[in-house]
């Protein structure tokens, strides 16, 4: 288990990565890194993560079932931090049905009680 590969591919363990969010030790302080704790926090199954990174304005109530997918791997493409918003483009596969998918989204971020949080996909790269 500690050496476990982090799942937001960053080739760390987990322990040393993503982990040390999604377990409260600390949060992470760029959207980015944001972004892949909660990659992570959907491959694991982590709703409590999740609704603590999202704004209360556009959270949804997560239930376990909503979370299911089997979450392969993630590609973060670019992103572009600022002092209140920040922009992420990503990449992420999963498996259904024996199939690869990709769900391909540019993400807004941002800061909201001196934490960087999720708050909508947008239509394209601002
Ligand atoms: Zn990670």
């Not at 959907?42 to 299911?68: R, S, V």
């Not at 392969?72 to 990449?91: D, H, I, M, P, Q």
């Amino acid at each position: 288990m500690t050496d476990q590969l982090c799942p937001c591919g960053s080739g760390k363990p987990l322990n040393s990565c993503c982990g040390l969010y999604l377990s409260g030790k600390t949060y992470p302080t760029t959207a980015e890194r944001v972004m892949r704790s909660r990659y992570t926090a959907f491959a694991m199954g982590n709703i409590q993560y999740l609704h603590k990174t999202w704004h209360p304005d556009t959270c949804p109530d997560l239930q376990a079932e909503d979370i299911e997918t089997q979450w392969t791997r993630l590609e973060v493409v670019k992103s572009k931090a600022g002092l209140k918003r920040s922009v992420v483009e990503f990449k992420a596969w999963y498996t259904e049905n024996n199939q690869e998918h990709l769900i391909h989204e540019v993400s807004l971020f941002k800061l909201y009680k001196r934490r960087w949080v999720y708050v909508e996909a947008l239509p394209s790269w601002p």
